[in-house]
Structures are given as structure tokens and as C-alpha cells.
């Protein structure tokens, strides 16, 4: 291995024919003269993948070497997308392998069409994990995501007769060139079982079990732009421990003897589809553990190589939870450094608190995952343990500091004294912790405020930060939209913004160049006519590229309210219908667009899809109406579909009750690419407002301060519906749109359920704000300077900067260059 080097291969045309015709026939027994564009995409996916190959070794072989601090992104979910473009890009051979392709005859973006998803998310939560891999990469901060490899990710979404169905995701059906098994990375996870004390010993138990799983590491590498530095997400998959039960199939059992391997591999077989909900299912849990058992293994065994004490694991290991869900990562390293390592509790907590950071994304109260202890106790007896032990030290400590405050200790138990008693994940993560940290300023002090106060008054305010959310320019600027990124490249003076966003500011300077300004809106006109043939193509729908394009896309949820968003569409076709033909011909046309998937049992959400259904069939075939309106519910929302989505906007809705979006990360991509956001005082959207400047962005509705005396007010005074609301309860009801009756129920949410999420109170401005964005619209002129103006001050908003600030005051640790 002496002569072994990292030199790179060449990136001749002969070269990359040759590799993708080389995997063709001996990877996948083709031929040239019999390929289609299925087996193009592999050979040439295939070909790509030799180069990051390469890359991937040398970095981690680099880490290794000189002990590089790591930092671990534990996720249950990872909402990757594709893979192969993003590749392309970051190698730098798009145009060279759009010529090769050529040559043979396909062309480039039908090969990259026959990529599938990587869909092992939910939403903004498992994309943002996604972003920050990235970000790591790119930034040579050496950074790995742990993961699970589900068999079936996010569920495609049918509408059948305008209501979702579900089917599975299959995307294992084709082989995926994008991961690498790894079977001697291969772990095995206890439950159940029963525990005993070692002698003589105060902490230390032995877990007693034959229920064992194993775990096998599939790798997945995360090309980075502009560095060598190839990332990686090591995702889990699940097995029973030995592949056949000797002594069932001996005595003749043949389906007994493999029907543990069947009941294994369910752990890891399904992601969960739940946004913002937690429903406390058994299988749940023990796929959580799996999880984190599998991850901390790997993490001791990696660090055990270096022939450090355990005590230094803090300095080359930082871990991030993302979220609650991997918080079993806590009790599990507790459990290793306690029955393993045989280290006292106080050695052990001390390294646990200073590796472990924890990132809330939610306060919704239905989300907050807490388990019963019973159930957890007959599942993981020894976590159930460690967790009373962490809980009665923690209690304490704040009675030492707060002597005699009994209701403090009740509120800030880890444990839940309900019946039957649950543990509290957000608390269990918190006291874990050195770190603590929400989405967005606003929800950063909401949650100081809420969910953590009694903690800010025994911890301290320090452990309380900020790290605003950021979306990664290589896939949501450079990736989707070449055509603006070609604009922006010209006014930089070089593609160095795709890695250091600040230099859009550069934008500025040709915001009165009409030649750029007119090459400008052209780009978003190719990118509308793209989205216009692709709704065609998705939906039969045939719609004007010339409309205003009015998007709200994300998971369907009540907070989000797009059902307040469909209430204004009604109104609107209601005013339209009173018009007279030329009063209509002076409107502006608009195409308003939905897309999003519900939680297959959140039964109000799924009747918001099929009201949107509902209105659009009615709405598309007036004749009197014509392009002047329509509405489009586009299925199976993905990271794919928003590639096409986002760059396609000229206002996109981010409408959240004020308060309640942490911090979204759509409504960064959309102003990223031009669109101009219409939004609540919420999230992230207050502090994209501060950065673009308030006549940038169309905000309406009350504020988060505010809510909690609405929803009083609410709870105990029928609401109000101001005249446009009433129209569009009246529209309905008079079954405009098909039965009326099948909708009261979403009526009725807002006139009888408490109208919680404040749809009458805001629907007045949310009207008046509609105004405003068509008046400012007419102005094409002004727009056009709102949409440049608005892509030169969005810098902050680069996972780049999220992912620096974690680094510096969460992680510490500093970015590594790879050289050979
Ligand atoms: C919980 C229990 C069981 C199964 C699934 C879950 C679960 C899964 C995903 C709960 C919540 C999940 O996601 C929440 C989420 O996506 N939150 C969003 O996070 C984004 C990134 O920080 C923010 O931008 C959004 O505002 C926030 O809603």
C-alpha cells in the first residue's frame, strides 16, 4: 500500500464514458444498445459514486489521524431528497456528465428524474438535519449524522376523490447507489430482561436479557462543494442476533425458526409519520433505543481507538439531540460508563453533561413526547433506573437550592406524577445537557419562557441560547434555481457565495441595472412555466405562467391554518363571481397552489386536503372565471417537489398562529429564491423581516403575545366571523362545493371548538394583507426590487452560519482540512 494515493481520477469525457459503460455491463449486465434511462441513471450514479468514494475515505482516514473533535447529529430522521445532482454539483462534472449522456442520447434531467427520494422525514425537522449535514461538509467541520435506514420512509400521498390515501414508500425496491452496507459495523441492543446488582457496588447492575437485536450500519456519504471533505450519515438497520432460531429449524420449524428475523426487522421498517404529534406506541420506543444504543456503541468504540481515558470524551466527541426523540442516548451512555466501564456515577454524569446538547424544535403540547414508566420500566429496566437515579440526584440539587418549594420539585420532576406515571423527555434531555437551544429568537424566548422557566431559575439563563435555523444554498439555491444562481454568480464575480453567503450582498449593487433586472424576472418566469408543465404533468391541471404564484406548501397541520388560507380563496372566487366581466379582466390572475401530507390519523387535516380538493374542482371549471383563479393541490409533497416549488414563487404563505411555528425553514428557501413571504409575526419570519426590511415582507395577524387572551376570550365567547369569513362559512354551507355538510366539522373548529389557532381573529388582516400584496405586485417594477433586495440581505439564513454557531459555542470544535 505503499504507492496507495488519493490522486484524483481524470475527468475527461473518455474517462466517465468509460466508468458509467463499465458499471452498465459488469455492475448491472446491460448493454449500451439495451439501456434505458432507469439503467443510465444507475451506471452513471454508480460512476459518481467511485469518486466520493475516494473522497470519503481520505477524510475520515484524516479525522482518524490527527484526532479530530467530532460532533454526532442524532436524528431519527434525515430527509435526504436526492442525491445524484447534488453530487454532480459539488464535484463539478454536471456539465461533463450532460455531455456524455448526450452523446448516448439522454438527456441529463431525465436521468436525474429517475432518482427517488431519500424520504426518512417528516418535515422541517428532519430536512434542517439534512441542511446541517451538509453544512458540516462543506464547512470541513468533522461532523457525522446517525440515523435509521427505515424500509419504507414518508408515505407517498394519493388524492382519490380529493381525500389523501397512503401507500407505501418502497424506495429500497431499486438498488440504492447511495448507500454502503457495513456489516461488520454491526451492534447488539438489549430489552427487556431483568437486571442484577454487582456485588459490593452502588451503581453498577448486569442486564440480563435473550431479547437482542442487531443493528448494522448503512453509510451514506454527503458530497461537500468546494472542499474534499466528503461527509457522513450512519443510518441503522435492524435484525434479529442470529439469523435462525438452530434449535426451531433442526426440529423441523422452518418458518418458526426465521420468524424472529421477520418480527426484528419491523423496528427499523417504517418511519413514523407524525409531525408535531406523539402518540406513546411500544414499537415507537423500542425503535427510539435501538437507535441510541446502536449510535453511543459506535461513538465509545471510535473514541476507545484513540487509547484516551473515557474522561476525555467530552474533547473529541460533542453530541446533538435533535429533538427529544434520541434522548435515550443519555440513560444509555450512563448505562455503558456505569456497567461497562465501571466509572462512579459522578465520573459518568460529569462526561455525559458536557458531550450532550439538545435542540427543542416545538411547544406544541400535543408533540411532547413523555413515556409511562411502566412501560418503559418492563422494555428498559436498566434505563427506567438510571433515569430515577438522574431524577432523585437532580431534585436534590434544586431542593439544596430551593429548600422546601415542593410544588417547584412537582413541576420540574423528570418524572410526571399522572397515573400512570410518564417521564419527560424535553426534562430528561435538559438535565443531560450542558446546552439547551431553540429554532428562532421568538421561539428561543417562548420556550425560556414556557416549557423551561422553573429550569432557567435553577440552572441558570446561560444554558439557554439561540441558533436560529438555516437552509443549505447547494440544494435550495445552486441546485434548484441555475438560472438565478447564474445571475448572482455574475454579480459576485465568482460561485465563492455558494460556500460564504454573505457575498450576496454583492446583489445590491445591480439592483438599478435594467439589463440584470430584466434577466432577473426572466429566471423566475422559466422557473414558473417549469412549475406550470409540471403541474401539468402531476395534476392535468392546465394553468398561466403569466398568474401571480401564491404558494403554501408544508405538512398539514391546524396551527399552520391552511384552512384559513382556503377560507380567503373562497371569499376571493365570491368577490370574483359579483364582478362584472371587465371589473374581473382588471384583476390579477393568481394560481393559488397547496401541497402537503397529513398525519395518516389526523382526521381534521385530511378533511382540510379534501376541502382545497373540493374548492379547486369547483373554482378550475368556471368558465367565467378562467385564469383569473386557480386553485391546485399538488400530491405527494417531497423534497423533490419543492425544488420545483420554491424557485417557482412570487409570494409564499407561512401563516402560523403567532407563537406556534418554532421557526420554519420554507420560508427562508422561498425569499432565498426571490418569492416574497406573506406571514404571520412568527418564527423565523420575524427575523427575516429584520434582516430584509419590512417592505420586503407582507405580515399580518395578531402577535404572540396576544394569543393567550384571544383563546381565553375564546374559550368562553363564540367568535365573530368578520363579513369575508361569514361569506366563505355561507359558500360552504350552501354546498357550493359539494356537500357542505362533510366540511361543518372544520366550521365548527373555528365556531365551536375554541377557534384555537385564532382564524377569525386574524382573518380581517390576513385579507387586508392579500391587498396589499396585490397592490405591490401591479408595481412589477417595485417587485422586482423587493425580490432583489430581499436575496442580497438573506445571508444569515445559510445553514452555513447555524452550523458556525453551533460549532463555536455548542460543540467546540473547528473545522479540519483534509490534505493528503
Ligand atoms: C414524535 C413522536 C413520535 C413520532 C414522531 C414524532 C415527531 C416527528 C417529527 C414529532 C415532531 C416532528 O417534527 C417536528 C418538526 O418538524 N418541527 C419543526 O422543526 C423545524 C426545524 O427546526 C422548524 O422549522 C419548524 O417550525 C418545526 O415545526
Given at each position: ?72 447529529y442524532m436524528s431519527l430522521e434525515f430527509l435526504i ?36 427520494d431519500a424520504a426518512l422525514g417528516n418535515g422541517g425537522l428532519g430536512r434542517l438535519a439534512a ?14 449524522g446517525y440515523g435509521l435506514r427505515y424500509k419504507y420512509g414518508m408515505f407517498q400521498q394519493q388524492?382519490?376523490?380529493?381525500y389523501q390515501v397512503e401507500a407505501p414508500d418502497c424506495w429500497l425496491d ?12 454491526t451492534y447488539p441492543v438489549k430489552f427487556y430482561g431483568h437486571l ?11 442486564w440480563?436479557s435473550n431479547v437482542v437485536y442487531d443493528a448494522m450500519a448503512f ?14 450519515i450512519r443510518l441503522w438497520s435492524c435484525k434479529t442476533n ?16 426465521t420468524g424472529g428475523q421477520v418480527a426484528a426487522q419491523i423496528l427499523t421498517d417504517v418511519l413514523y409519520p407524525n409531525d408535531n404529534t406523539n402518540e406513546g406506541k411500544e414499537l415507537r420506543l423500542r425503535q427510539e433505543y435501538l437507535f441510541c444504543s446502536a449510535t453511543l456503541q459506535d ?20 453530541i446533538q439531540l435533535n429533538d427529544t426523540h434520541p434522548t435515550l442516548g443519555i440513560p444509555e451512555l450512563m448505562r ?20 450532550f446538547?439538545f435542540t427543542n424544535h416545538t411547544i406544541l403540547p400535543e408533540a411532547m413526547e413523555k413515556w409511562p414508566v411502566p412501560m418503559m420500566d418492563k422494555i428498559l429496566p436498566r434505563h427506567m433506573g438510571i433515569i430515577y437515579?438522574i431524577n ?21 420532576s423528570i418524572i410526571e406524577e399522572s397515573n400512570p406515571q410518564q417521564v419527560r423527555m424535553a426534562f430528561l434531555a435538559c438535565v443531560g445537557s ?5 429554532v ?7 420556550i425560556?419562557?414556557?416549557i ?102 408544508q405538512r398539514i397541520h391546524e396551527y399552520k ?35 402537503g401530507k397529513a398525519a395518516a390519523g389526523y382526521w381534521v387535516a385530511k378533511q382540510v386536503i ?26 405527494d409533497y417531497s ?21 406556534t411555528e418554532a ?82 366539522p372544520?366550521?365548527?373548529s ?6 384555537v ?64
Amino acid at each position: 500500500f505503499q504507492n496507495y494515493s488519493h490522486s484524483e481520477i481524470s475527468r475527461d469525457a473518455a474517462t466517465i464514458k468509460n466508468s458509467v459503460v463499465m458499471h452498465l455491463t459488469a455492475t448491472f449486465l446491460r448493454t449500451p444498445a439495451n439501456m434505458d434511462s432507469g439503467d443510465a441513471y444507475l451506471a452513471s450514479a454508480f460512476s459518481v459514486r467511485d469518486r466520493l468514494l475516494q473522497r470519503w475515505n481520505m477524510t475520515n482516514e484524516y479525522h482518524d489521524r490527527v484526532n479530530a473533535k467530532r460532533v454526532y447529529y442524532m436524528s431519527l430522521e434525515f430527509l435526504i431528497g436526492r442525491t445524484f445532482d447534488n453530487a454532480l454539483l459539488a464535484l463539478e462534472l454536471r456539465n461533463e456528465y450532460s455531455k456524455v449522456l448526450g452523446d448516448v442520447g439522454f438527456c441529463l434531467e431525465d436521468i436525474i428524474d429517475e432518482e427517488r427520494d431519500a424520504a426518512l422525514g417528516n418535515g422541517g425537522l428532519g430536512r434542517l438535519a439534512a441542511c446541517y449535514v451538509d453544512s458540516m461538509a462543506c464547512s470541513d467541520y468533522p461532523g457525522w449524522g446517525y440515523g435509521l435506514r427505515y424500509k419504507y420512509g414518508m408515505f407517498q400521498q394519493q388524492i382519490i376523490d380529493g381525500y389523501q390515501v397512503e401507500a407505501p414508500d418502497c424506495w429500497l425496491d431499486s438498488p440504492n447507489p447511495w448507500e454502503f452496507p457495513r456489516p461488520d459495523v454491526t451492534y447488539p441492543v438489549k430489552f427487556y430482561g431483568h437486571l442484577v446488582r454487582v456485588p459490593d457496588s452502588k451503581h453498577r447492575f448486569t442486564w440480563e436479557s435473550n431479547v437482542v437485536y442487531d443493528a448494522m450500519a448503512f453509510d451514506v456519504p454527503v458530497p461537500g462543494y468546494g472542499t474534499n471533505n466528503v461527509g457522513n450519515i450512519r443510518l441503522w438497520s435492524c435484525k434479529t442476533n442470529s439469523l435462525f432460531d438452530l434449535n426451531k429449524f433442526n426440529a423441523g420449524d422452518y418458518a418458526g425458526a426465521t420468524g424472529g428475523q421477520v418480527a426484528a426487522q419491523i423496528l427499523t421498517d417504517v418511519l413514523y409519520p407524525n409531525d408535531n404529534t406523539n402518540e406513546g406506541k411500544e414499537l415507537r420506543l423500542r425503535q427510539e433505543y435501538l437507535f441510541c444504543s446502536a449510535t453511543l456503541q459506535d461513538i465509545i468504540a471510535r473514541f476507545k481507538k484513540t487509547g484516551k481515558p473515557l474522561s476525555e470524551l467530552p474533547d473529541l466527541a460533542a453530541i446533538q439531540l435533535n429533538d427529544t426523540h434520541p434522548t435515550l442516548g443519555i440513560p444509555e451512555l450512563m448505562r455503558i460508563l456505569l456497567d461497562d466501564e465501571a466509572l462512579t456515577w459522578d465520573e459518568a454524569w460529569s462526561i455525559v453533561t458536557r458531550t450532550f446538547a439538545f435542540t427543542n424544535h416545538t411547544i406544541l403540547p400535543e408533540a411532547m413526547e413523555k413515556w409511562p414508566v411502566p412501560m418503559m420500566d418492563k422494555i428498559l429496566p436498566r434505563h427506567m433506573g438510571i433515569i430515577y437515579d438522574i431524577n432523585l440526584y437532580f431534585l436534590q440539587s434544586v431542593e439544596e437550592k430551593f429548600p422546601g418549594d415542593r410544588d417547584l420539585l412537582r413541576r420540574i420532576s423528570i418524572i410526571e406524577e399522572s397515573n400512570p406515571q410518564q417521564v419527560r423527555m424535553a426534562f430528561l434531555a435538559c438535565v443531560g445537557s450542558h446546552k439547551v437551544n431553540g429554532v428562532a429568537a421568538i421561539h428561543s424566548d417562548i420556550i425560556k419562557q414556557s416549557i423551561f422557566n422553573d429550569f432557567v431559575t435553577v440552572q441558570g439563563e446561560d444554558k439557554f441560547i439561540n441558533k436560529t435555523n438555516g437552509v443549505s444554498p447547494r440544494r435550495w439555491m445552486n441546485g434548484c434555481n441555475p438560472d438565478m444562481s447564474a445571475l448572482i454568480t455574475e454579480a459576485v464575480g465568482d460561485r465563492t457565495w455558494i460556500n460564504d453567503l454573505t457575498k450576496v450582498k454583492k446583489l445590491e449593487d445591480h439592483v438599478a441595472d435594467d439589463d440584470f433586472r430584466a434577466r432577473w424576472s426572466a429566471a423566475k418566469q422559466k422557473n414558473k412555466q417549469r412549475l406550470a408543465d409540471y403541474i401539468l404533468s402531476t395534476t392535468g391541471i392546465k394553468i398561466s405562467a403569466d398568474a401571480l404564484f401564491d404558494v403554501q406548501v408544508q405538512r398539514i397541520h391546524e396551527y399552520k391554518r391552511q384552512l384559513m388560507n382556503i377560507f380567503s380563496v373562497i371569499y376571493r372566487y365570491h368577490c370574483l363571481k359579483q364582478m362584472t366581466p371587465a371589473e374581473r379582466a382588471k384583476e390579477i390572475s393568481r394560481v393559488v397552489i397547496f401541497a402537503g401530507k397529513a398525519a395518516a390519523g389526523y382526521w381534521v387535516a385530511k378533511q382540510v386536503i379534501k376541502l382545497i380538493n373540493s374548492v379547486a374542482e369547483v373554482i378550475n371549471a368556471d368558465a367565467e372565471i378562467g385564469d383569473v383563479l386557480k386553485v391546485v393541490f399538488i400530491p405527494d409533497y417531497s423534497v423533490t417537489a419543492a425544488e420545483y416549488l420554491i424557485p417557482a414563487s412570487d409570494i409564499s404563505q407561512h401563516i402560523s398562529t403567532a407563537g406556534t411555528e418554532a421557526s420554519g425553514t420554507s420560508n427562508m428557501k422561498f425569499v432565498l429564491n426571490g418569492g416574497i413571504i406573506l406571514g404571520t409575526v412568527d418564527g423565523a419570519n420575524i427575523e427575516i423581516g429584520e434582516e430584509i426590511g419590512e417592505e420586503q415582507i407582507f405580515f399580518f395577524g395578531c402577535l404572540a403575545h396576544e394569543v393567550g387572551d384571544f383563546r381565553h376570550y375564546l374559550r368562553f365567547h363564540q367568535p365573530k366571523p368578520d363579513e369575508a369569513l361569514q361569506t366563505a362559512f355561507d359558500l360552504i354551507q350552501n354546498n357550493t362545493f359539494g356537500d357542505g355538510a362533510i366540511f361543518q366539522p372544520l366550521i365548527d373548529s373555528v365556531l365551536r371548538g375554541g377557534d384555537v389557532y385564532l382564524l377569525s381573529v386574524d382573518f380581517p388582516s390576513y385579507i387586508q394583507a392579500h391587498k396589499a400584496v396585490e397592490d405591490a405586485y401591479r408595481n412589477q417594477e417595485e417587485w422586482v426590487t423587493k425580490s432583489i433586495l430581499s436575496v442580497a440581505r438573506m445571508a444569515k439564513f445559510s445553514s452555513d452560519r447555524s452550523i458556525q454557531e453551533y460549532a463555536e459555542e455548542v460543540w467546540n470544535i473547528e473545522p479540519v482540512r483534509v490534505t493528503n
